[in-house]
């Protein structure tokens, strides 16, 4: 509830701000042609979305793309691999039952890794994650935390987390509360100058602690 979604999706140009003006590059995001806009961005949300369809499919949402190599490129990456590899029909295989009594259901954590898989894919210039671990065990995370490092660098990468431990590698750190920034710099920073945030850090890092 401290805004962080409703800030992506403002950047998103999914919600419409009532007052001020969002810009992207220097250039207001009414100015620009929202297909090219959204062409340029990619976003998982919590509340992601797998169809009844097959695994490319699921992918690729009605985008041409020839190059399997890169499709299971992403799905090594998020640790579905295996997985897809292990079943006959592979990149075709039909999610749910719904219509092919031969098709598989996704766990969450599953169901996650895909859509992730699908982001993975997109050439983007902004990469969003929102909450993208949350139904993820702790090697899985870590598969995907490496996984990210590895987006080139010239790309924007941002990760909604409640979690700090997740983000104390980012050059960034943006801190909400109810709505608005709180605090913004590094997390050696945030640790130093903002003590609510230090104090959900420690609240957290001291559960791994071993006495």
């Not at 691999?81 to 954590?109: H, V």
Request: hydrophobic share 35%.
């Amino acid at each position: 509830g401290a805004g962080k979604t409703t800030f992506i999706k403002l950047l998103a140009a999914i919600f419409q701000p009532t007052s001020g003006t969002v810009y992207y590059n220097g250039h207001r995001l009414d100015d620009l042609k929202m297909k090219s806009y959204w062409d340029k961005i990619g976003v998982v949300f919590q509340n992601h979305q797998e169809f009844a369809m097959s695994i490319l499919e699921n992918i690729l949402l009605g985008k041409q793309n020839d190059d399997e190599t890169k499709i299971w490129d992403a799905l090594s990456k998020v640790g579905l691999e295996d997985k897809i590899r292990e079943n006959p029909n592979q990149l075709n295989l039909q999610l749910t039952r719904n219509f092919d009594k031969k098709g598989m259901d996704f766990s969450g954590g599953e169901r996650q890794k895909l859509a992730i898989a699908r982001l993975l894919t997109k050439e983007s210039e902004l990469y969003v994650f929102d909450e993208p671990t949350s139904a993820l065990d702790p090697r899985s995370e870590d598969l995907l935390y490496s996984s990210i490092s590895q987006i080139p660098s010239d790309k924007t990468v941002i990760m909604i987390s409640h979690r700090l431990s997740s983000i104390t590698y980012s050059n960034r750190v943006i801190f909400f509360k109810d709505g608005e920034i709180l605090a913004d710099g590094t997390h050696k920073e945030l640790l130093s100058s903002c003590s609510e945030y230090r104090e959900l850090y420690e609240m957290q890092s001291s559960k791994y602690q071993v006495s």
